[in-house]
């Protein structure tokens, strides 16, 4: 997708075509998260300056909770406080959100943890939490004019791109590395003819991406050149667990990280909510989860540094491995300001955490998640969360995606003939 930006103009201009008035809600510019430096609405992500990365900057109009609570169960509730025209309810989406912040009390009384919920993203309709950053992203493409929706994913992002895309008729095409489970794949290829598998991790799928989006006319990357749009989706996790608490925030919050976008823009929507008078401004302390062996910002926070060292990933949680994650740096920041922490565990504890969440409060996480709830465990367990503090950890995906992890670990325990006789001596109770 090629654009032409012009700072003080009203409109932006993408292959001459005109966006309509309102395209993007209350979003007023891309600002740079770097040196401040503005410029239009419209398919860039870098500082033409600095070449810093930009997040979208809004005038926002005075909103209120009733307002919100008369909107639709599910992200466009929220639509006021994101980069969408005012009708897009009307718009063919696959309206994610809303989903369940369910009260923990088996996983609370097992960690010792006084308050803890889950905040329970797989029943999104690709069951991740990536449906919500893709309806902004399509919501964007489609002002933008795109011919081709398309995206860099690990497996979750390919899964809610390509559905979004079908329903809203716009040709998809999805690059994933090549060794990725195979259920993941599957979830794709059913929504779409272009799934692409590429030889490499992550990081040389994303730089394809790349490459085609600056060759390509017409292409929309949801996560390269529509990204600063994308991200904003992400908010909105942060936006429904204040509201299901009661609207308040919760004292701590334990997200997982890949880019580290997620977790950056939960805490964007915190900071809204507190400006806009939504939320009494309460401290709360923000935790980074991920998996040792793909651990960069965990290790660049353990070591006291800013600087975030790629690492080429090797471990069962292919969703979260990304070697060289954009939102590395800002992970950091937030951490370290809000007196959290970013921790890393096994891929044999990310397995214990996925059947900790299964077998305490009967839901079945993928390996993102596996990662989250083993990292509270350890986070308890070291010290570095105060179990007394209501406490929220966000799982971002269904197990169902990350059979493999577990398959081997996990089956009948006895196989008996059909009677009581054989029953009673198996000694299954």
């Not at 009967?362 to 709830?373: D, K, L, P, S």
Request: contains cysteine; hydrophobic residues 40%.
């Amino acid at each position: 997708m090629t654009a032409v930006a012009d700072n003080t103009a009203t409109t932006t201009t993408t292959s001459a075509h005109t966006l309509r008035e309102g395209a993007f809600g209350n979003a007023r510019a891309l600002a740079c998260r770097e040196c401040g430096h503005e410029v239009e609405l419209g398919p860039f992500y870098a500082c033409p300056e600095c070449f810093g990365p930009l997040e979208v900057s809004y005038d926002f109009p005075v909103v209120t909770r009733e307002e919100i609570a008369a909107g639709p169960r599910n992200i466009w509730r929220y639509k006021a406080l994101l980069p969408v025209p005012d009708d897009i309810e009307q718009s063919k989406n696959t309206e994610p959100g809303f989903t369940r912040l369910l009260k923990a009390h088996n996983l609370g009384r097992e960690l010792g943890i006084d308050n803890l919920w889950v905040k329970d993203d797989s029943t999104n309709p690709t069951n991740s939490f990536k449906d919500r950053v893709v309806a902004c992203a399509l919501s964007a493409a489609i002002e933008l004019d795109a011919k081709v929706f398309a995206c860099p994913s690990t497996g979750n992002l390919a899964n809610a791109v390509a559905a979004a895309g079908a329903r809203a008729g716009i040709k998809t095409v999805v690059f994933i590395p090549s060794n990725l489970e195979k259920p993941k794949q599957v979830n794709s290829a059913v929504y779409t003819d272009n799934l692409v598998a590429v030889n490499g991790n992550y990081d040389d799928v994303n730089k394809l991406a790349s490459e085609i989006a600056g060759e390509e006319e017409g292409w929309a990357f949801v996560n390269v050149n529509v990204r600063p749009f994308y991200a904003e989706g992400s908010k909105t996790l942060g936006y429904e667990i204040a509201e299901q608490l009661g609207w308040r925030l919760p004292e701590q919050v334990v997200i997982p990280v890949a880019s580290g976008s997620q977790l950056t823009k939960v805490h964007k929507a915190f900071q809204e909510l507190i400006s806009l008078g939504l939320v009494e401004d309460t401290p709360y302390k923000v935790y980074g989860a991920q998996a040792t062996g793909c651990s960069p910002v965990s290790v660049a926070y353990k070591a006291g540094v800013d600087a975030i060292r790629p690492v080429k990933p090797d471990t069962i949680a292919k969703s979260l491995a990304i070697g060289n994650p954009a939102d590395g740096i800002y992970v950091l920041d937030i951490c370290r300001e809000t007196g959290g922490a970013v921790e890393d565990i096994s891929d044999d504890e990310v397995r214990q955490g996925i059947l900790l969440l299964a077998r305490t409060e009967g839901i079945f996480t993928e390996t993102a998640g596996g990662t989250t709830v083993g990292v509270l465990k350890k986070l308890v367990e070291t010290g570095q969360l105060d179990p007394t503090l209501e406490t929220v950890v966000i799982n971002t995906g269904m197990g169902l995606k990350t059979l493999d992890a577990v398959s081997d670990h996990v089956g009948p325990r006895a196989t008996i003939d059909p009677s009581y006789g054989a029953f009673t001596a198996a000694g299954i109770v």
